[in-house]
């Protein structure tokens, strides 16, 4: 078995931060699929959608794509949380020291201490450190531009 290069290790790395998101599928056939992301097959590059909405306006629940199919993928929706940004503001605002806080870049997630996990979807955790963490991510987001 080779082993995945460099590029292609960060291609499924940005196909899995999709996961989730609201995305725009465009096929060869000209149709297009709006929905969220819930799966997708990295060899293939085969996709489901769930809660899709097809070009002529039907909604579906469930939509697999063949990877064969496939011309576009477009996120529709960005991500204000930059895990790598709010790493150094922890540092910076928070005074956090740095070797509690470990990066995942690839699935946009900040790990701080083992015990608090931040991505775009809030803080998980509990405890002092889990609080602090949750106020400096209000503050990131407020400094952003974000209403909390």
Do not use: C
Not at 12 to 25: E, G, H, I, P
Not at 92 to 104: D, F, P
Request: hydrophobic share 40%.
């Amino acid at each position: 078995m080779a082993l995945a290069t460099e590029p292609s290790r960060r291609f499924v790395a940005k196909l899995n931060s999709l996961l989730d998101k609201n995305v725009t599928v465009r096929l060869s056939s000209g149709r297009t699929y709006k929905g969220k992301l819930a799966g997708f097959d990295a060899n293939s590059l085969s996709m489901v959608l769930e809660s899709a909405e097809d070009s002529e306006g039907k909604k579906w629940p469930l939509v697999m794509i063949g990877g064969n199919a496939l011309t576009e993928v477009v996120l529709e929706e960005g991500s204000v949380f930059d895990a790598k940004e709010f790493a150094e503001f922890l540092v910076n605002q928070g005074n956090v020291g740095r070797h509690l806080i470990k990066v995942y870049e690839d699935v946009n997630v900040v790990e701080v201490g083992k015990i608090v996990r931040v991505t775009d979807s809030g803080v998980e955790g509990t405890g002092p450190m889990a609080q602090k963490v949750h106020t400096l991510y209000m503050e990131y987001l407020r400094s952003k531009g974000v209403k909390v």
